[in-house]
T-cell receptor, first 112, second 113 residues
Framework: GQQLNQSPQSMFIQEGEDVSMNCTSS?????WLWYKQDPGEGPVLLIA???AGELTSNGRLTAQFGITRKDSFLNISASIPSDVGIYFC????????????WGLGTSLAVNP | DTEVTQTPKHLVMGMTNKKSLKCEQHMGHRAMYWYKQKAKKPPELMFVYSYEKLSINESVPSRFSPECPNSSLLNLHLHALQPEDSALYLC????????????FGSGTRLTVV
């Protein structure tokens, strides 16, 4: 079945550093979603990508939809302490786009 | 209003209790979802309602019973739960068009004792 492989599993960085994480799959996805989840809260949609090759920014965040449609990356520039959390990639199931396939998440810790 | 509101935020219940989780959105979204999430894991889909009709049940045990009274409200009725059902229960909503990004609520932290 469809799977999303997200890496790295965790990151510990210094404030001000740039961060990069990615998701890959052996299957094609038509949409890539990047969510951030703070402890005790629901995931918040950061960026949605709908077209192969698309590069989209949201403040200090930039995400790209891979040209093969099998991967996506998320970059965070000049990290700050409030960037701490778990970042998930997700994409719609091929058979039913009401179901999302999720990566296992990247846990980000930022040292002030 | 761009929020999904879930109540209660925390719930502790015994294995013989009956309780309900509530979810409300006023964004005009016609698809609503229940997810279960264990610590440090991605959310797991439980149920999907589309236009107030149940469209997906991910083989969830019958001790979880969803209800969609109208296009803004979604309930999850709980009965005879097990300790392993303790988790964060998330409600989400989305447009029913192709753009599938969900809006999630903050969740209900459920503990079954």
């Amino acid at each position: 079945g469809q799977q999303l492989n997200q890496s790295p599993q965790s990151m510990f960085i210094q404030e001000g550093e740039d961060v990069s994480m990615n998701c890959t799959s052996s299957s094609i996805f038509n949409t890539w979603l990047w969510y951030k989840q703070d402890p005790g809260e629901g995931p918040v949609l950061l960026i949605a990508l709908y077209k192969a090759g698309e590069l989209t920014s949201n403040g200090r965040l930039t995400a790209q939809f891979g040209i093969t449609r099998k991967d996506s990356f998320l970059n965070i520039s000049a990290s700050i302490p409030s960037d701490v959390g778990i970042y998930f990639c997700a994409g719609p199931h091929a058979g039913n786009n009401r179901k999302l396939i999720w990566g296992l998440g990247t846990s980000l810790a930022v040292n002030p | 209003d761009t929020e999904v509101t879930q109540t209660p935020k925390h719930l502790v219940m015994g294995m013989t209790n009956k309780k309900s989780l509530k979810c409300e959105q006023h964004m005009g979204h016609r698809a609503m979802y229940w997810y279960k999430q264990k610590a440090k894991k991605p959310p797991e889909l439980m149920f999907v309602y589309s236009y107030e009709k149940l469209s997906i049940n991910e083989s969830v045990p019958s001790r979880f019973s969803p209800e969609c009274p109208n296009s803004s409200l979604l309930n999850l009725h709980l009965h005879a739960l097990q300790p392993e059902d303790s988790a964060l229960y998330l409600c989400a909503s989305s447009q029913t068009r192709d753009r599938v990004g969900y809006t999630f609520g903050s969740g209900t932290r459920l503990t079954v004792v």
